[in-house]
């Protein structure tokens, strides 16, 4: 058997082997069985990591005011984290 490990996963992950979906995952441990997709040879691997939405507010709040979604309305998300603050780590960690 053949095991892919994603080891820490922030947030989630979609993992698709030889263009087989093996699913999403967002829970430990983040262990795929991917022995019935392996073959001899070359194989493709593709992981789609989504992101916090957070995340993308920050980084959305640190933009240029032109660069604005919604023009002139920059404390519209004040009340669920700090504009400046931290990003948290997200992807394959």
Same mark, same amino acid.
């Given at each position: 058997?053949?095991?892919?490990?994603?080891?820490?996963?922030?947030?989630?992950?979609?993992?698709?082997?030889?263009?087989?979906?093996? +699913?999403?995952? !967002?829970?430990? @441990?983040?262990?795929?069985?991917?022995?019935?997709? &392996?073959?001899?040879?070359?194989n $493709? &691997?593709?992981i789609?990591? $989504?992101n916090? !939405? $957070?995340? /993308? &507010?920050?980084?959305? %709040?640190?933009? @240029? %005011?032109?660069? %604005?979604?919604? =023009?002139?309305? /920059?404390?519209k998300?004040?009340?669920?984290?700090? =504009?400046?603050?931290?990003?948290?780590? $997200? +992807?394959?960690?």
């Amino acid at each position: 058997m053949f095991f892919l490990d994603l080891g820490a996963v922030e947030v989630m992950a979609e993992v698709i082997v030889n263009g087989v979906n093996k +699913g999403i995952f !967002w829970s430990r @441990p983040y262990l795929i069985d991917v022995t019935d997709v &392996l073959k001899p040879g070359e194989n $493709t &691997l593709e992981i789609k990591v $989504t992101n916090q !939405w $957070t995340n /993308r &507010l920050i980084g959305d %709040e640190q933009l @240029p %005011e032109e660069n %604005e979604y919604v =023009p002139g309305v /920059r404390s519209k998300w004040n009340c669920c984290f700090e =504009p400046w603050g931290y990003q948290k780590a $997200t +992807g394959l960690v």
